[in-house]
DNA sequence: CCCCGTGATTGACACGTTTCAATACCCGCT
DNA sequence: AGCGGGTATTGAAACGTGTCAATCACGGGG
């Protein structure tokens, strides 16, 4: 149709220029300082921009600024509702500047963190939110020497003279759970947690502990550790055999999960044994996902703020980007308990 | 410490040329085709990447390349479980062939798939997966002409010798769970439907009419549809009263839901009105979600192939970019229908 | 001793954009 | 008419890489 159609060569910033008839710079300030071209030139480019369905390449963009404008956001698990919430909250943020975000998906394993963030270095992301595996922070380091500015979410830790960080207070949840089944009598608990090792589940079983000790509990007598391979449903569920084992004068009236996933799998597994929650054991959950008010009866559970987490963090990033005078940061949040139904007074 | 360590311009391909004593078009050759460059050079080379901690930029390899090596994978809700695997799938096979995979959430609104497309086209990005809004795949073939090649995920439609699709079978499933709810003795099933005019809970309803049609019960008079604003559990939750309205004599014995997450919305709406799945209602879903299997009674649901959707996705996508006598192909998955205890004989 | 072939390496250019110093233009004032 | 000052535009130089024709080094064969 249109005779000036060239070749599949795609439209560039010159084709624009030379159809409008000015120079590639004019195009290119009409592009990103609209203030500096004369409002009649504007138009002209704007139509020419219109009438080629220009649209301008990044690569160009990127290798003249040395700096690309997508962030990474390096998550643990895409599966897991907890991750897709805070993603939400990181991605929303990031819209408002303009900025895309690149989701990586570590799936918790080292070498997969290690390639993510590679890609992050080679692409000059403007930054990155990283949650990392098991508070394994070298590759965020190893980020930031390379130019990538990186904020540390939820697990790990880096001084804050090197980066910003938001995490929440894991230990304050666990003494929140405790002080709840303390008021309900339970004074016989078994903390079901991830594989050994993972910071978050120490701490918050640290809090539970402490807030045990709290009252004149003593924590080692009281509560009983179980571990599992994984933090997800299927590893609560086959964990309900050894949760509650121990005798009946030691079986447990409460379990404080690691997680939500966790929990969920342990109602489940209670289920198949015809027993339930709360009558024959009290559940507690941690994160609170969309799930733990789904399930009958609903599992309480220790809230973390989600997408203000997610939010938070993109906000830290931003500031380090755009604000001259950024001095790091460490944002850390409080977690709230919600009562639900899959805990009661003890009766045992 | 190093006195040759420079500014903190960042080290590029050039300064590794330097210091191994060779020329920069060398080192891309290590880079890119290694057989090419003695064994001897390599190695100098390497050792120089390494210590210089060398790390290339993509920036300028696209630019040169006019073509990315990431792929888009736009995505209706981030936090819906359904969508979230089958990115799991989408990612893997994307990792076996080392592209990234930017993940772009269009939250079901069409501006802001039309944002995530021209951020694709802007990368060059080599390909892309979209699941479009509310089947509208215009943004695809701007895509498609703009030179990034697209596959078609799960909604929509455009003939097979436009680009590759992907899709399961609604009628199929809806199908499915007619039969199903019929073996059981169910004559009045109320269709619970996400927002009006959404074609997959179209052709679900179609499917469940077609499959009473085949034992001679009468559609028109046998389904009653209830549309609901989104297609989530709180929407799920409040349709309830809706869904079992209409007189005693009228009301459904079954309801199948288009949706995982409004048939669990559905689940607890019964459980606060003291009612409860299956003894008041049967309920079955659609796509097996990970919560569907956790929830008690288990929920009777049609399950899609989520991670193979996705797998076979980005197979397609791959096919499309690397295979030059690549054919455009139409897949097409069927649903398996998942008995669990949701669903009952109907004893009315 | 020269020529030629082969394989390794180089040098220069192209990719599409932004930036910035330099220029062209216009207007009012002396 | 000439000049100063401001604004609009241009032209050329980067940015870091990949490619490719041209060159170089090295031996073997005539």
Redesign the interface.
Known sequence: MEPSERA?R?VGINDVAARAGVSAGTVSNVLNRPERVSEATRIRVERAIEEL?Y??????R??RS?R?D?VGLVVLD??N?FF??V??GV?DVA?EDGL??????SAERRD?QR?SA??L????AAGAVVMPVDGDTEDLLWLR???VCGVLLDRGDVGPETACSVSVDNRAGGAAAARHLIGLGHERVTFLSGPEGLEQCRTRLQGLREGLAEVGIDPESAVRVVHTAQLN?ESGEKAVEEVLAGGPGRRPTAVFCANDQLA??V??GL?ERGLSAPADLSVVGYDDV??A????PGLTTVAQPKYELGCSAMRLLLSELNDPGHRHERLRFTPELVVRGSTAVNRG
């Open positions: 599949d795609p369905d649209v301008r390449n990044s690569s160009g990127n290798l040395g690309s997508s895409v599966t509702p897709t919430e993603a939400q991605e819209a895309a975000v690149v989701l990586l998906n997969r390639r590679r890609l270095a080679e692409q000059r020497k390379q130019g449903a969920l799998g109602l489940k289920g969309a799930t008010s789904l399930v009958h």
